[in-house]
Structure formats: structure tokens, C-alpha cells
């Protein structure tokens, strides 16, 4: 076993060594273990590192290029490098001149690669990422969720920090299905496909797409993430999917996009702390109704908010009992999402900000509205983030001890639990101003909040009125 070894780790010495900027790179790895006749697998079988010059115990993020596994080349994220990320970009057999899983092997075998080497050039082997774009995307995908092809490796898929998941498909690949026999227009979840094999995996995963990706590629990612949730038991601070302006072309070049790519990298890593959510809130003091149940006014602090404005969408995915969603006779309509133990993601509106409320765009407070005692699943329910479209805002944090509101029983302006009963849970809200929210010079379209833990939760916008 250990001559295959040495005589790879010559191969590696043999390679060509650049510096580019920050970073040191190593050209034409071969990530092989053995010897072999294949001509073409001997040529496809190569990497590329790229180290952060001067750094030591370095993160590493092994990537798989998209191409529809027939095309493609290496390439990837190396920019990581300025801020302290090893960028390993990986080579792999293409049909038709290989068959399914030929490719799978192959990023198995290159990740497996940087398991058994990184550290002799100064990286932490407990610091492994994988990701990939488009085909790449499914590529890592499979790796992550079917734990065989690293387990032929001698890796534990579980020692991965964690998955970067970029406009990928969830289902089984298109060019997958089209080596299987099947119509590559169907649409097929077989033993192929990452959604076949969801799991509570130990590290975080962060699925990306664009809001005109290719299509069903969002409709895939957010099955994958809501399964993840609802069957998998996976944490909601372990799987995020987000949503950005762009075709399936044009997405990398989102700075919004790059952004989230590199915090999650650095974050999971140690590398950055998490942004916060800015704490500057303010408890709801009341609730008014009319005698028809529908919310007139909501006092914060000093301030009487009569304008409420709905959310234009809402999603919501429980982490007990699957929840409902209902439009509520609330002026403008505020949405609710009812669970037990409720993960909610729901968009607050879907409007240029600033043409909807004018000069009262600034004294603009998002309003988030729940009872998290009857019957959650979980001892800390949490805001995990509040982003808008095309910025992330915040990271998650634990919700603040806030007042009771009043009982507004039996005029309720929502019903408690899924059979319409009134809970015994504390029901409390919570205000953020778009200003303290750092959007109230932001062209945002709306307002996406997710949440975990609470049985009922209302969510809307809110101007003072006049």
C-alpha cells in the first residue's frame, strides 16, 4: 500500500509550482493512487492547489467544475486564497468517453486526496470543504449525502466541514438519466440523485441558485432543503438555501453571491465570526383588534403602526407536525404559518421598498409576531437570519425575552394550533426598523425572514400612520 503512495507523492513533487498574487499554486496534481493503463483517466485525474501564501493550518475547499458532465474544466473559487482558504480545482472523466459513476469516483478519489496530503503542504486535514457549480454542484452533492463513494476512498463523509451546493441538481442528473435509459425530460429521484439520499449530516451545507436559473433548479434545491428539515432532522442552522438575481449564466458574477460563498467558507470555518442581526429591537407593547378579529394597530415602543403591509409569499416548514399557511383578514393581510416547533421562511413583501412607503420609508419596522410555548419541539427558538433579495443581512441569534402581548381571544387575528384552538403559549413580538436593518438606503424588494421554534408566527411591514 505504501509504494502506490510514494510514487504519487513524486508525481505531485514533479509538478509545476506558481505563484499567483496571494497565492502559491500547484499545477497538474495527480490525485490517483495507483498505476494505470487508462490513458484518459490518467490525463483527467489531476488538480490543481492553491495555497495562501504564509498561512498555516489553512482551511481547504475542494471544487468541482459544471459542464453537464460532458464539458468543463477545472476552476473555482481562488480568490479564497487572499483570505486564508486553500482551493483545491479538480479534473474528472466526462461522458460519453467514460459511464456513470466514472466522475463520482474521480472527485471522491481527488477529495480523498486532500484528506491523506493537505496537511504536508500546511493545511488542516478537520478543514475540508467540497462544492461545485451546475454539474459540480451535483458532484459534491453525491459525495456529501451517499456516503459510499468517500467510504471507497478509506474517508468518512462526515469528516467533511462542510457542502457548498451551487445551482446543482438534486434529482438525478440530466446526463445521468440519459446513460440509464431514461427520458432525460422526466424527471427521475433514483439511488443517483443527492435527494435520494438525504441525512442529518454533522456539517452545514449552503445550497445557491438563481432567481432565473435553469428550470425547476430552485424548486429542486428548496425540496432538498425543505426534506433536509422536515424528514432528515436537519438543524435549521445546518442547511440554508438562498436565492439570487441571475440566470444560471450570470449568477457567479452576483456580488451577492460571492459574498455568501466566501462568508460561509470563512464562518464554518473559524475563519470570520458570524455577522449578527443588529440588536437594536424594540418589544411590541400591544396588539389592537377590532370586533371582527383583525388587527387595527400594533404600538412599538412610542409608535402606533396602522399601515401594515403583507408578505407576498410564504414557506413554511415544520420541524413537528406539518404546518398550514393562511391569508388572515388583517388589513393588507398579514400570512401565518402554524407547526409545532414551526421553521418558517416567509418574505415580507415584494416591492421597491421606497416607492411603497415614500418619505415614512425610513420609520418602516418589520414586525415579527409569535407564540413559541404550545407544544414547540425545541428549547431555543431563534431568528437564524433576516436577509433581503440580493443582501444577507444577518446571522442567527437567539430571541430576546420579550413581553406578553394581550389575550385578544376570542376576536384573535389568528388561530392557535391546526385544529384553530387558542394556545397557552407566551405570546410575544418583536420590531426591527429598516433603518436599524441597514436597508434604508438598500434598493431591497423584500424582506425574507427564518425562523425555528415557534408554533405561530405572524410577519409583516409596518408604517406609522397618519
Not at 471544487?63 to 486553500?86: D, I, Q
Not at 458574477?253 to 460563498?261: E, G, I, L, S, Y
Not at 421553521?343 to 415614512?360: C, E, I, M, P, S
Request: net charge negative; aromatic share 10%.
Amino acid at each position: 500500500m505504501n509504494a502506490p503512495r510514494l510514487a504519487v507523492l513524486a508525481i505531485a513533487l514533479l509538478t509545476s509550482v506558481l505563484s499567483a498574487g496571494s497565492a502559491i499554486v500547484h499545477k497538474d496534481i495527480s490525485y490517483l493512487t495507483e498505476p494505470t493503463d487508462d490513458a484518459y483517466r490518467e490525463k483527467m485525474s489531476k488538480l490543481d492547489l492553491y495555497l495562501p501564501e504564509g498561512a498555516k493550518e489553512f482551511p481547504t475547499l475542494v471544487y468541482f467544475h459544471g459542464g453537464g458532465l460532458t464539458g468543463g474544466s477545472r476552476g473555482g473559487p481562488t480568490h479564497l486564497t487572499e483570505k486564508g482558504v486553500a482551493v483545491i480545482t479538480v479534473e474528472y472523466r466526462l461522458y460519453p468517453n467514460c459511464q456513470h459513476p466514472a466522475y463520482l469516483q474521480d472527485c471522491a478519489a481527488a477529495t480523498a486526496w486532500a484528506f491523506r496530503h493537505i496537511a504536508e503542504y500546511g493545511g488542516d486535514p478537520d478543514r475540508i470543504f467540497i462544492g461545485g457549480y451546475s454539474a459540480g454542484c451535483y458532484l459534491a452533492a453525491m459525495l456529501g449525502m451517499d456516503k459510499q463513494y468517500l467510504q471507497a476512498e478509506g474517508i468518512d463523509a462526515d469528516k467533511l466541514a462542510g457542502l457548498l451546493l451551487q445551482s446543482g441538481q438534486m434529482i438525478t442528473h440530466f446526463t445521468v438519466r440519459k446513460q440509464l435509459g431514461y427520458n432525460v425530460q422526466q424527471g427521475v429521484c433514483d439511488e443517483n440523485a443527492p435527494m435520494y439520499h438525504i441525512r442529518k449530516t454533522p456539517f452545514p451545507i449552503l445550497l445557491q441558485c438563481g432567481d432565473n436559473d435553469y428550470p425547476s433548479r430552485q424548486e429542486e434545491n428548496r425540496l432538498f432543503e425543505s426534506m433536509m428539515i422536515r424528514y432528515a432532522k436537519q438543524p435549521r442552522d445546518r442547511i440554508e438555501y438562498r436565492e439570487y438575481e441571475g440566470t444560471h449564466g450570470t449568477l457567479p458574477k452576483n456580488p451577492a453571491f460571492q459574498r455568501d460563498t466566501d462568508l460561509f467558507i470563512l464562518v464554518n470555518s473559524g475563519l470570520q465570526k458570524p455577522e449578527s442581526i443588529p440588536q437594536v429591537t424594540t418589544p411590541i407593547q400591544s396588539v389592537v383588534a377590532d370586533e371582527t378579529g383583525r388587527v387595527t394597530a400594533i404600538t412599538v415602543g412610542e409608535t402606533a403602526y396602522t399601515r401594515l403591509v403583507p408578505p407576498a409569499s410564504t414557506q413554511a416548514i415544520t420541524g413537528g407536525n406539518m404546518g398550514t399557511l393562511e391569508e388572515l383578514p388583517i388589513p393588507g393581510t398579514f400570512a401565518e404559518a402554524i407547526g409545532d416547533g414551526l421553521n418558517l421562511r416567509t418574505f415580507a413583501g415584494n416591492v421597491d421598498f421606497k416607492a411603497q412607503f415614500g418619505d415614512a420609508f425610513t420609520d418602516t419596522s418589520l414586525i415579527f409576531l409569535a407564540d413559541y410555548t404550545a407544544g414547540q419541539d425545541t428549547d431555543e427558538p431563534r431568528i437564524y437570519a433576516i436577509n433581503a433579495k440580493g443582501f444577507r443581512l444577518g446571522a442567527p441569534f437567539t430571541f430576546p425575552t420579550l413581553p406578553n402581548l394581550p389575550d385578544l381571544t376570542p376576536a384573535a387575528p389568528w388561530h392557535w394550533g391546526t385544529n384553530g384552538d387558542h394556545g397557552s403559549g407566551v405570546i410575544s413580538g418583536i420590531a426591527f426598523t429598516l433603518k436599524d436593518l441597514g436597508l434604508d438606503n438598500r434598493d431591497a424588494t423584500g424582506i425574507e425572514v427564518v425562523a425555528q421554534g415557534f408554533d405561530v408566527a405572524l410577519i409583516g411591514l409596518a408604517t406609522p400612520g397618519k
